[in-house]
């Protein structure tokens, strides 16, 4: 019985490397598109998300049979909860790369614009945050977890000038409103996009520590836990 829980919980993480890695190819993609302006890059890239979606279902089917066969506990059952929620974090990621580019599309003609602005250094953000996450689970790195944590509040600062940034600009000129609104909805796909990647590290701190951080940071800040 082990041996064949051994079996099963290796494959489950050679699918989840794997599905990591075409994650971190899609992002890689979409950012570069943003930074450089080239559509080009953003070619194929659903086709990719639907094998990206292939392996969440697959995963998915393994942690559930994991659990129902072998009935893991302790570390292994923390195993088995983060892989599903990190699977879930992976998949969400693949979406945000998809609509990044689609964004990209959109704006192809307002790219001086959006270099004006701090999108381009916040899809830089999000990008390393998303490697260093994935790279945190491969290599039981809660070190480089936390470290993606703590880059999560540039993101959201450069988001919330980037807000102040393009409302400006359509104050000003009224024929940017469409664009600049495009370029919005951009930052916030980045924003969400570094919020998973801080999701799936919180998840590796909590299968190596057994601790749980979600909302710590809200909840130190003054925040109060709903009783």
């Known amino acids: 019985m082990q041996e064949n829980f051994v079996k099963e919980t290796e494959s489950l993480k050679e699918n989840l490397i794997k599905m990591a890695s075409l994650v971190d190819e899609q992002v890689g993609r979409a950012t570069k598109a943003l930074e450089t ?4 890059l953003c070619k194929g890239m659903k086709a990719k998300d639907n ?10 089917t393994q942690c ?22 990190i699977n879930n974090q992976l998949e969400r990621c693949g979406d945000i790369a998809v609509n990044i580019a689609q964004r990209v599309k959109k704006t192809k003609g307002f790219h001086d614009l959006l270099k004006e602005s701090k999108i381009v250094e916040m899809g830089t953000q999000a990008r ?15 070190e480089r977890a936390r470290k993606v944590l703590d880059s999560d509040d540039t993101v959201d600062k450069l988001n919330k000038e980037t807000f102040k940034f393009l409302v400006s600009k359509m104050q000003a000129d009224s024929s940017l409103i469409e664009p600049a609104s495009h370029l919005i909805v951009l930052s916030r796909h980045i924003e969400r996009l570094a919020d998973h990647a801080t999701n799936i590290a919180e998840d590796l701190v909590f299968y190596i520590d057994a601790e749980f951080i979600t909302h710590k940071k ?6 109060e836990a709903v009783e």
């Open 37 to 40: 302006g080239d559509i080009e």
């Open 51 to 60: 094998e990206i979606d292939a392996y969440d279902n697959l995963i998915n």
């Open 64 to 85: 559930e049979n994991i659990l129902a066969l072998f009935q893991p506990v302790a570390t292994d059952l923390r195993f088995i909860m983060s892989a599903l929620m």
């Open 128 to 142: 390393m945050m998303v490697r260093d996450a994935i790279d945190s689970f491969i290599n039981r790195s809660t």
């Open 218 to 223: 809200k909840l130190d800040k003054g925040g």
